[in-house]
């Protein structure tokens, strides 16, 4: 049985307390739905009532009652109400509660009876007109329904807006339901449905208008919606320029209306409203290492900064501020970045940076100004190319014994991301690889500096609850010697590698025991993201890493760290904690890593 009672405050207020009884279904699963539906039960403690209220309720709930068990396909169901023990129609009853003596509530009780479950007997569509007959045909069968599945209210319900659905897709945006036939055969327990439906006339787009108080130029959102004229009606390709506007990085919204008719070409009009984000924003990050103390960033950025959806960032980092115990090992980064969209075709965008290095290493000290000119075009949904130009110049060395150089590099890049999430990924995969030719401007001499990573993401509960997450580098330096800047070649170790280790500290060493770098990179990373509650998480995870002399990559060092970590989901990512250990570290290894940050290790 099910029992709802009001607090006994309600006796104090004016009104009669009682206490709703919802007698067992005998349906599994129908139960509840009866109390959340019955207003006895919902409105005993919100608006108390006297005598005549109560019957009034108490006339009301079975038709209330109704809709539940009719959207379960119980349609021959009835439902009897009891007050005080007898039929909410006894004459006089409201009477003899209002005289009822002060004390316990009025107990009403609910019977349901279902009574026998109805199934589909017969499903069918047509069209309004002879002209519309082929777009009817061409749907084929209402998807989700059978023929002897209960004729429950909701699959008949989602199976029409799959119609329209389906109407539309196929180009026609004026696709309706004209009618809904449901009859329901008592003898026969069976119910039949039968759509009218009017398609409309299959439609292109005309070019569609801009509105919004928005300060981008218009000529750059109309280039780019402009490429929406003439193509033919799909939700897909409307839906797919609205997300290219809202790639300009300008826009806090981009809303797509269509209109309710065509206009006098036959086409259908669409005006996309722009409301524009903040022209400057501020912020900063935090990092930890055990190895080397605390890191930040600080950064300020305009957008929409000359008009056309530029967005300028101006961005200084600091890192290793725990090395040597003062200033002189910290890494600084000062840059400058600009990104310019809608070039070209209106998908190109120019990333152009130029940045100020100042690098304090195990490895190598670095001093350097870098900059490039990047062209980056998506294709399709998922990938991202890029190419341009880089120059860099500067010194670099160890010991005070430095080295001036000036490489010209030409970058080939591809990205992919297949995920459902940018910093907490659950499905899907990641593939990125960057291929960099240089020349050695002052002596002369190049080679070729390639990078491929590939993550992927399973969801073993479809919750997140339990996600693997698979990580993989390769990386080789092609028709490179010794004469390689030090910081072109590949080293293994750290926060974004393999933790546990120092930075850097995978690889050959020198005759000092300090990182020299190699011409090949191999790295793996395992982990398991297990939610524990609400928004607290654990990893526990396994890194490998090696790197080689050679340009094709060697396993014979493999280094791995393996460890736990804790996650907190928040609003803009997960924070992480990560402590990690070395499993066969290197002679001056530390024991131990303990990293801090936002966002998955990968």
Same mark, same amino acid.
């Given at each position: 049985?099910?029992?709802?009672?009001?607090?006994?405050?309600?006796?104090?207020?004016?009104?009669?307390?009682?206490?709703?009884?919802?007698?067992?279904?005998?349906?599994?699963?129908?139960?509840?739905?009866?109390?959340?539906?019955?207003?006895?039960?919902?409105?005993?403690?919100?608006?108390?009532?006297?005598?005549?209220?109560?019957?009034?309720?108490?006339?009301?709930?079975?038709?209330?009652?109704?809709?539940?068990?009719?959207?379960?396909?119980?349609?021959?169901?009835?439902?009897?109400? +009891?007050?005080? !023990?007898?039929? =909410?129609?006894?004459?006089? /009853?409201?009477? *003899?509660? &209002?005289? %009822?003596? $002060? @004390?316990? #509530?009025?107990?009403?009780?609910?019977?349901?009876?279902?009574?026998?479950?109805?199934?589909?007997?017969?499903?069918?569509?047509?069209?309004?007109?002879?002209?519309?007959?082929?777009?009817?045909?061409?749907?084929?069968?209402?998807?989700?329904?059978?023929?002897?599945?209960?004729?429950?209210?909701?699959?008949?319900?989602?199976?029409?807006?799959?119609?329209?659905?389906?109407?539309?897709?196929?180009?026609?945006?004026?696709?309706?339901?004209?009618?809904?036939?449901?009859?329901?055969?008592?003898?026969?327990?069976?119910?039949?449905?039968?759509?009218?439906?009017?398609?409309?006339?299959?439609?292109?787009?005309?070019?569609? +208008?801009?509105? !919004?108080?928005? =300060?981008?130029?218009?000529? /750059?959102?109309? *280039?780019? &919606?402009? %490429?929406? $004229? @003439?193509? #033919?009606?799909?939700?897909?390709?409307?839906?797919?320029?609205?997300?290219?506007?809202?790639?300009?990085?300008?826009?806090?919204?981009?809303?797509?209306?269509?209109?309710?008719?065509?206009?006098?070409?036959?086409?259908?009009?669409?005006?996309?409203?722009?409301?524009?984000?903040?022209?400057?924003?501020?912020?900063?990050?935090?990092?930890?290492?055990?190895?080397?103390?605390?890191?930040?960033?600080?950064?300020?950025?305009?957008?929409?900064?000359?008009?056309?959806?530029?967005?300028?960032?101006?961005?200084?980092?600091?890192?290793?501020?725990?090395?040597?115990?003062?200033?002189?090992?910290?890494?600084?980064?000062?840059?400058?970045?600009?990104?310019?969209?809608?070039?070209?075709?209106?998908?190109?965008?120019?990333? &152009?940076?130029?940045? $100020?290095?100042?690098?304090?290493?195990?490895?190598?000290?670095?001093?350097?100004?870098?900059?490039?000119?990047?062209?980056?075009?998506?294709?399709?949904?998922?990938?991202?190319?890029?190419?341009?130009?880089?120059?860099?110049?500067?010194?670099?060395?160890?010991?005070?014994?430095?080295?001036?150089?000036?490489?010209?590099?030409?970058?080939?890049?591809?990205?992919?991301?297949?995920?459902?999430?940018?910093?907490?990924?659950?499905?899907?995969?990641?593939?990125?690889?960057?291929?960099?030719?240089?020349?050695?401007?002052?002596?002369?001499?190049?080679?070729?500096?390639?990078?491929?990573?590939?993550?992927?993401?399973?969801?073993?509960?479809?919750?997140?609850?339990?996600?693997?997450?698979?990580?993989?580098?390769?990386?080789?330096?092609?028709?490179?010697?010794? $004469?390689?800047?030090?910081?072109?070649?590949?080293?293994?170790?750290?926060?974004?590698?393999?933790?546990?280790?120092?930075?850097?500290?995978?690889?050959?060493?020198?005759?000092?025991?300090?990182?020299?770098?190699?011409?090949?990179?191999?790295?793996?990373?395992?982990?398991?993201?297990?939610?524990?509650?609400?928004?607290?998480?654990?990893?526990?995870?396994?890194?490998?890493?090696?790197?080689?002399?050679?340009?094709?990559?060697?396993?014979?060092?493999?280094?791995?760290?393996?460890?736990?970590?804790?996650?907190?989901?928040?609003?803009?990512?997960?924070?992480?904690?990560?402590?990690?250990?070395?499993?066969?570290?290197?002679?001056?290894?530390?024991?131990?890593?303990?990293?801090?940050?936002?966002?998955?290790?990968?």
């Amino acid at each position: 049985m099910l029992l709802f009672t009001g607090p006994a405050a309600a006796q104090d207020q004016a009104g009669i307390p009682y206490a709703t009884t919802i007698a067992p279904s005998g349906v599994e699963g129908l139960d509840g739905a009866l109390a959340d539906a019955s207003r006895l039960r919902r409105l005993a403690e919100e608006a108390p009532v006297d005598g005549f209220g109560l019957v009034a309720r108490a006339l009301a709930e079975p038709r209330l009652l109704d809709d539940v068990f009719r959207s379960e396909g119980y349609w021959a169901a009835e439902a009897t109400v +009891l007050v005080d !023990g007898q039929p =909410a129609t006894t004459p006089g /009853l409201a009477e *003899r509660l &209002a005289a %009822r003596p $002060a @004390g316990d #509530p009025v107990p009403v009780e609910v019977r349901p009876a279902p009574g026998p479950r109805y199934t589909l007997r017969r499903i069918a569509l047509r069209p309004a007109t002879a002209a519309e007959a082929p777009a009817v045909a061409a749907l084929g069968e209402p998807q989700g329904l059978s023929a002897g599945d209960p004729a429950r209210s909701a699959p008949v319900l989602d199976a029409e807006s799959d119609l329209i659905d389906r109407l539309r897709r196929a180009g026609h945006p004026l696709a309706a339901v004209v009618e809904r036939d449901v009859v329901v055969d008592h003898e026969a327990q069976a119910m039949d449905v039968t759509w009218t439906l009017a398609p409309g006339p299959a439609a292109r787009f005309a070019p569609p +208008l801009i509105a !919004g108080d928005s =300060a981008v130029s218009r000529a /750059l959102t109309g *280039r780019i &919606a402009g %490429r929406l $004229a @003439g193509q #033919p009606y799909a939700p897909a390709t409307q839906e797919r320029t609205r997300r290219e506007l809202m790639a300009l990085g300008a826009f806090d919204s981009v809303r797509v209306r269509a209109a309710q008719r065509l206009d006098e070409t036959g086409a259908l009009p669409v005006t996309f409203t722009l409301n524009d984000r903040p022209r400057n924003a501020a912020g900063f990050n935090l990092s930890y290492e055990t190895n080397y103390g605390p890191s930040g960033s600080v950064y300020y950025e305009r957008r929409n900064a000359f008009g056309n959806a530029e967005r300028l960032r101006l961005e200084a980092t600091v890192s290793r501020l725990g090395a040597g115990g003062g200033t002189e090992d910290v890494n600084s980064r000062i840059a400058a970045n600009l990104r310019r969209p809608g070039l070209m075709d209106g998908r190109t965008t120019l990333v &152009a940076e130029v940045a $100020a290095v100042r690098e304090r290493l195990e490895a190598y000290d670095r001093d350097a100004l870098v900059a490039s000119a990047l062209l980056e075009r998506p294709f399709g949904e998922r990938w991202v190319l890029q190419t341009g130009p880089s120059l860099e110049t500067g010194r670099i060395g160890r010991d005070g014994n430095w080295q001036e150089f000036q490489l010209a590099g030409w970058v080939l890049g591809a990205r992919y991301d297949g995920t459902d999430n940018l910093l907490d990924p659950r499905q899907g995969f990641r593939a990125s690889a960057t291929m960099t030719p240089y020349a050695d401007v002052a002596e002369g001499g190049g080679f070729i500096r390639a990078l491929g990573t590939l993550r992927t993401y399973y969801d073993f509960t479809r919750d997140g609850g339990s996600v693997v997450a698979l990580r993989g580098t390769l990386g080789s330096l092609v028709g490179a010697d010794r $004469a390689v800047p030090l910081d072109k070649r590949f080293h293994a170790g750290g926060g974004g590698s393999v933790r546990g280790y120092s930075y850097q500290s995978i690889g050959p060493r020198d005759s000092r025991n300090r990182p020299d770098g190699g011409s090949s990179l191999v790295e793996g990373s395992v982990e398991l993201r297990q939610r524990l509650r609400g928004n607290l998480g654990m990893v526990a995870f396994l890194d490998a890493g090696s790197v080689g002399q050679r340009e094709t990559p060697s396993f014979s060092e493999v280094r791995l760290g393996a460890g736990l970590g804790v996650r907190y989901a928040t609003a803009i990512g997960p924070v992480r904690l990560d402590v990690a250990v070395p499993l066969n570290k290197q002679e001056g290894d530390a024991g131990y890593g303990i990293y801090v940050g936002l966002g998955q290790a990968f």
